[in-house]
């Protein structure tokens, strides 16, 4: 790497590899999957998997084609820097297990946002690591200092589609509890009139046939009225009553990063990630982060929080303005009484 006009054409990803360390996530990852070695089960090493995913990630390339190209010829340069030697690669089901497992040991003490109604969100552990990814981009000197002095941090709300094909749109977390004649299990798809599911068959005994197994929290976000096929559950029991079809279903999961702007060097990190059912509300866990910014980044001087109109709430512009102490650069939001000129004060 002598050559200058090699790191001129080097990917931010490249540049990452190869100036920063990434050695003392090891340990950490290794404690939160619960192994007992740091360097895993082998040949595979937890960070092998860490800079797997994260070469995933920044080609927005999905799982099956990440495996495929890092066991390519042109590729081999990376697989060796990730630590896979002598043609030995992690599955589908390997990454999954690695994701999996690294989740389970994820859960923490859970953090009071809002003291009038004693709304709870259960801080996630795996932040710590990314707290540890942004001391070793900050050490590394990537990062700007009026990004870290007068930081600009943006949360965003990011959809991710479930690995289980969604069957039923009305699902919810009574279709995964047990169901007895004594006690049936009620049908949310049959209470938005929807021909919904009796589950009075064995194949109902514990789940609903309907309610995918492998992705419990995953939820419907926005209604598309394009999986009405004879025989779905979602069949409107009166077709008069039927709407039409408007935008796209989406099914799965929300996850909500707070991101950390660098307009000088044009980029930005995460600073704080969480991951809900795609259907929740996106204020309280975005509130549990920015409470805990103060605790994760204790020199990190936050000087606004932009966002839009989702996160225009009073629980998030009451938290940005009295605990940060920052401004606040939000989208202002729709309101009911916006039809009411004499209301327009009170909402500014």
Sequence with gaps: MENLATWASLSDFDLVLRLVDFEGLRPVLAQRLGWVSARGYEPFDPLSFFLLLGWQITNQW?????????AEDRYADYAQRFGFENGVFPTEGGVRHFLTALGQHSEGEPITVDEDQQIQVGWQRLNELIVQSVELIRAAGLLSPEA???ALVC?????????????????????????????????????????????NTLACAAV?????????????????????????????TNPASATSPHGKLFYGYRSLPLQLSDAMRRFSLILSDDVRPANERE???????????????????????????GFGYDLILRIVHNHLRARRVIDLRAHETDRDKFQWPVRG
């Design 208 to 236: 609903c046939q309907h309610a995918p197994a492998r992705d419990a929290e995953a939820r419907v976000v926005y209604y598309a009225g394009a999986n009405r096929l004879e025989g779905s559950p979602n069949q409107p």
């Design 62 to 70: 999905n799982r099956t084609e990440t495996l495929r190209h890092v």
């Design 148 to 150: 870290w002095s007068q």
């Design 155 to 199: 949360p965003d709300g990011m959809i991710h589609a479930a690995a289980s094909r969604m069957d039923c749109t009305a699902v919810t977390a009574t279709c995964y509890q047990p169901t007895t004649p004594e006690a049936p299990r009620p049908c949310p798809a049959k209470d938005k009139g929807h021909q919904g599911c009796a589950c």
């Design 283 to 309: 204020e309280p866990p975005i509130a549990a982060q920015l409470l805990q910014l103060s605790e994760l980044y204790p020199t990190l001087h936050v000087d606004a929080v932009a966002g839009d109109a």
